[in-house]
Structure formats: C-alpha cells, structure tokens
C-alpha cells in the first residue's frame, strides 16, 4: 500500500513553460486535492475533486489546471509558469463517504519557477 | 473573512509538556483538525474534534471550546522526534479545511 505518490519531487522551471504534476492513490479514495504550502503561510487549496470525472476550484485556482480522468489520479497543470507559483504543492486524499473526513497528503513535489 | 491563529514557533525541552494554541474566525464550524508537519515531509493526522472537551490519544491531547473559538494540542513527555510544525485547520460550513500557518516546534536536549 503506498498511499500517496507524487511525481515528480523536484523541478525547476523558467517562467513560461508548462508542466503536469501527478498524483495517485491507491486507497480507493473519491475525494482529491491539490494544495500550495508557502512559507508562513497555512495550506491552500488550489483544486479538489469529489470523483472520478469531476473537479472543483478551491481558494487559489488561478494559473492551474486540473483533470481526473481516473478515480485514483489526480493531475495538475500550470499552462504559463510564473515566479508566483514557486512553492511546495500536496496532493490529498479522503474517502468522502462522511462530510468530514481525514486527508492523507502526499510527499510534495518542490517547485521552483526561475 | 476566515482566520485561524497559531504562534509561529515554540521552544520546550525534552521529557516536558507543551501546549500549542489556535484560535479560529469561520464561517460555520464542522470540527477542528491537528495535523503533524516534519520539515520536507507531508502532514500526517494527529486528531479531529467536533465536540467541546478533551480528547487523549497517547502522549498526545487535543482541547476545543466552539464558545470561544479555541482549541489546543497538548504533548506531553516531549521526544526529540516531536521536533515538527503543528498545523490546526478547521472546517467550514462549506466542509471546506481552513488552514493555520503552523507552530513549529524546537524541542532542546
């Protein structure tokens, strides 16, 4: 059981470029997210998804894009990197077979937009 | 707007208790998560509270008051490994998390 993955765990871009982030999970989890950590800063929601097909913009959408095409990967985009989205992004996941549930993170992928 | 308040970091010695507070403005409340943050690794769950009280788990205790927006993260007989960043996130009435910015914790010999 590996939980959360993400790939990759690094990456430098220059701004302009674009790029997919992946996440995937193999506990049969409906609800998927995406956040940004930034330093002194809490945990912000980029995206989420509540299944397979589905997806919903969080607090901080601007400049990403997402897609879930299968139930157990949850994919992020950045079209146009800029220096702005140079942070530390989790992936999450939840059962969301109750309205609160506990989110299970993943390992982080560390980006940095030059 | 949503707010949640956590001292940006604390310092306690090994073998001791630290209490680590966080107070929350949200619209709605549908409970209180502390998570545990190692430094370069992912947030792992330590507890969720709805209800007013104490809930213990091991060396580990979490208070909340819904009255007046507060809750706490007891630790007790601190380990080296407790060394970490605490994060509180409350869940709004949209079952939306709203985060803290964490506590780190240095915990000396």
């Known amino acids: 059981n590996a939980g959360v993955t993400q790939t990759p765990k690094f990456r430098v871009l220059k701004t302009g470029q674009s790029m997919t982030l992946l996440c995937a999970q193999d506990?049969?989890?409906?609800?998927m997210y995406w956040y940004r950590q930034d330093p002194g800063m809490g945990l912000r929601l980029i995206h989420y998804?509540?299944?397979?097909?589905?997806?919903a913009k969080g607090e901080v959408p601007d400049g990403y894009n997402v897609s879930r095409l299968k139930k157990q990967n949850f994919l992020l985009g950045l079209e146009s990197a800029a220096p702005s989205q140079t942070s530390v992004y989790f992936c999450?996941?939840?059962?969301?077979?109750?309205?609160?549930?506990?989110?299970?993170f993943g390992p982080g992928t560390r980006l940095t937009v030059l | 707007g949503q707010n949640i308040d956590q001292p940006t970091e604390m310092t306690a010695t090994e073998g001791a208790i630290v209490q680590i507070n966080c107070t929350y403005q949200?619209?709605?409340?549908?409970?209180l998560f502390w998570y545990q943050q190692h430094a370069g690794e992912a947030p792992t769950f330590l507890s969720y509270?709805?209800l007013d009280g104490l809930e213990e788990k091991g060396r580990f205790s979490s208070f909340l008051s819904r009255s007046k927006g507060y809750s706490y993260l007891l630790l007790k007989e601190l380990q080296m490994k407790d060394s970490a960043s605490y994060l509180c996130?409350?869940?709004?009435?949209?079952?939306?998390?709203?985060w803290g910015a964490g506590t780190k914790l240095i915990i000396k010999p």
């Open positions: 999450a996941s939840s059962h969301g077979k109750r309205e609160v549930d506990e989110q299970f």
């Open positions: 509270n709805v």
């Open positions: 949200t619209s709605g409340f549908n409970g």
């Open positions: 998804s509540v299944g397979e097909g589905t997806t």
């Open positions: 506990m049969n989890h409906e609800y």
């Open positions: 996130a409350v869940v709004d009435s949209n079952y939306q998390l709203i």
